[in-house]
């Protein structure tokens, strides 16, 4: 089974609208941590936001929210007021504290419309 | 299950010595894969590009001397750190293109993490 799952691979928004790129994950651990990454055109991959699995509160930086649905195994991307720089492949991720390795999803390719 | 694969996924070698990383695409070909390192602020620099067949495109301030880049087969790619250093010591992933039946997706290793002491 995919550890992670991003089921929208295009989205659209409207600038200066919110929108929400999903993200589930499959894991057994206890201790895991969520990541989510955006990757411009020139195809490094910026560290956006991160939610440990002990973290009660969702995290937050800036424009960029996670959703976190433990029970649920989902950890949702929100990025409120869009902007045009926010076009690019958003990809989320997990490391669970077992092995420490890094599990990515595919991706989701987000288009902000002027 | 996983369709790109990284080996090792931690390795301690010797300052001086070389070590090589391996990535493979499981069940796909691919013409195109890509290296990372990640720094301590989370994100993931992009390396270099591999390319079947030729020589890697090495991003900007990487020395293609130390990190030597082949892709040999259109399943693997191999990233070779030369005359490691303590400095090199990071958590190096791989991703790989599949242009065929899924549409163009990108595929993500599971990363190695390499100690040099």
């Known amino acids: 089974a995919q550890k992670i799952t991003q089921t929208q691979p295009g989205m659209f928004v409207q600038e200066k609208e919110a929108v929400t790129l999903d993200c589930t994950y499959d894991?057994?651990?206890?201790?895991?941590?969520l990541f989510w990454y955006k990757q411009p055109s020139s195809g490094e991959m910026i560290f956006l936001i991160y939610?440990?699995?002990?973290?009660?509160q969702n995290a937050t930086e800036g424009r960029y929210s996670l959703n976190f649905q433990k029970a649920r195994k989902s950890a949702n991307l929100v990025i409120s007021a869009s902007q045009l720089g926010d076009s690019a492949m958003y990809f989320c991720?997990?490391?669970?504290?077992?092995?420490?390795?890094?599990?990515f999803g595919t991706g989701t390719s987000l288009t902000v419309i002027p | 299950g996983a369709v790109v694969s990284q080996h090792p996924s931690r390795v301690i070698c010797k300052s001086g010595t070389s070590v090589k990383i391996e990535c493979r695409s499981l069940?796909?070909?691919?013409?195109?894969m890509f290296w990372y390192r990640q720094f301590p602020k989370q994100s993931l620099m992009l390396m270099a590009t591999?390319?079947?067949?030729?020589?890697?495109?090495?991003e900007q301030g990487v020395e293609k001397d130390k990190f030597l880049i082949n892709h040999a087969s259109l399943t693997l790619s191999t990233l070779t750190v030369t005359s490691a250093h303590p400095e090199d010591s990071s958590f190096y992933i791989c991703?790989?293109?599949?242009?065929?039946?899924?549409?163009?997706?990108?595929?993500f290793g599971e990363g190695s993490w390499l100690t040099v002491v």
């Open positions: 939610q440990g699995s002990y973290d009660e």
């Open positions: 591999s390319n079947e067949g030729s020589k890697a495109t090495y």
């Open positions: 991720a997990m490391r669970e504290k077992t092995g420490n390795q890094f599990y």
């Open positions: 991703s790989a293109r599949d242009q065929g039946a899924r549409g163009n997706t990108i595929y």
């Open positions: 069940d796909f070909q691919a013409t195109t």
């Open positions: 894991t057994s651990d206890q201790s895991y941590g």
